[in-house]
């Protein structure tokens, strides 16, 4: 940035488990959504990957904070402290003063006034001096590459770490949507607790998600397409002892069942109060799936099963949420649907 150069644009995924930053088209941080407090003086000392090798490894000296839940700031002062951490990694070269910040940041399409509230003034303690907010269904509309502003109905289901956004799309605006506080995070405690319950083994969140990435998958059969099976370790919950125990897809998609059946229910929700006309255009164009959970083995081919629509995974669905609130930084004159 120049010496003269006092204003930086950011478009900013602030996600429950990864936040995402973009600047003229980059992406310049993807890091986990974490922070590492000192407990005695409530400084940063870690933010993004730092602070995540620390998770649950900590000594009572310091405390790894995630702060947001399911979706939306849960904790105000480390959520500030995270935003000012993550944006500060940005900021390179030599400034005079530090650039003012002209921000989109995407939030859950069913966050109440005092949580958009909450989004918006840690933006502007992080530095934000021009904030604008975009729900997340409709920048990952934007980011998948669909002209959200034509008079064509369009469904997004965003699976991300803390909720399921569902919007169908249509003239710039969220003609039906549902924002569900059922998502990654859910099907990740669900392997936490069937291992404990099933195999008497402990598992932290961090190994539940390894199991989730490995052998996480939505159907019982997945064919060609079914994975290896994954060895955990961890420790006996009543003895203490080390336990090796191999897991296969099949009981983890069972043990996550109950979570993605509610995901399903909610999808059926959305279309039960989509106009007709809209809902052709549905079943024509496919619905999309977006964020982490897209990424669960099989999901798409059961939701075209169970719903006689056809599911289409994003390319790259971790980003389009992202993506398309850095394109909507770039036309914000043009998007009057930015808040």
């Known amino acids: 940035m120049g010496f003269f150069s006092f204003t930086k644009e950011i478009a900013m ?47 009572p000296d310091i405390r790894t904070i995630r702060p947001l839940r399911d979706g939306v700031i849960a904790d105000f002062n480390a959520c500030e402290q995270m935003m000012r951490g993550l944006i500060k990694k940005i ?40 904030v604008y907010l975009i729900y997340e ?21 965003d699976i991300g770490g803390g909720s399921t956004e569902i919007a169908v799309i249509s ?9 569900l506080r059922t998502a990654g995070d859910d099907l990740t405690y669900d392997i936490q607790e069937y291992m404990s319950r099933q195999h008497n083994v402990k598992v932290s969140e961090r190994m539940a998600e390894r199991i989730k990435i490995n052998v996480g998958a939505a159907l019982t059969d997945l064919g060609e397409e079914a994975p290896e099976d994954y060895i955990v370790h961890g420790p006996n919950r009543i003895t203490a002892l080390p336990m090796e125990v191999p897991v296969c897809y099949q009981e983890i998609a069972r043990c996550l069942e109950k979570t993605v059946a ?63 609130t850095g394109v909507a930084l770039k036309h914000i004159r043009e998007f009057s649907f930015l808040m």
């Open 13 to 59: 995924d602030l996600g429950t488990a990864n936040t995402i930053i973009i600047s003229d088209g980059k992406v310049l941080v993807d890091e986990p959504s974490v922070v590492a407090l000192d407990r005695r003086t409530e400084k940063m000392i870690a933010v993004g990957e730092r602070a995540k090798m620390m998770y649950e490894k900590t000594n």
């Open 91 to 130: 900021h390179t070269g030599t400034h005079l003063f530090t650039p003012s910040l002209k921000m989109v940041i995407s939030v859950p399409s069913g966050s109440t006034e005092v949580e958009l509230r909450a989004v918006r003034d840690s933006a502007e303690h992080a530095g934000g001096r021009e």
């Open 137 to 157: 269904p409709m920048a990952a509309a934007i980011g998948i590459g669909l002209d959200v502003l034509a008079p064509e109905g369009n469904m997004i289901v």
């Open 171 to 179: 003239l710039g605006g969220i003609v039906a949507d549902k924002s």
């Open 262 to 324: 509610k995901i399903e229910a909610a999808i059926l929700q959305a279309l039960e109060e989509t106009p007709p006309e809209l809902y052709a255009d549905i079943v024509h164009n496919g619905i999309y799936l977006t964020g982490g959970g897209a990424l669960l083995k099989g999901l798409a081919r059961r939701l075209t099963d169970k719903i006689n629509i056809p599911f289409h995974v994003a390319e790259d669905p971790l980003h389009c949420v992202a993506k398309g």
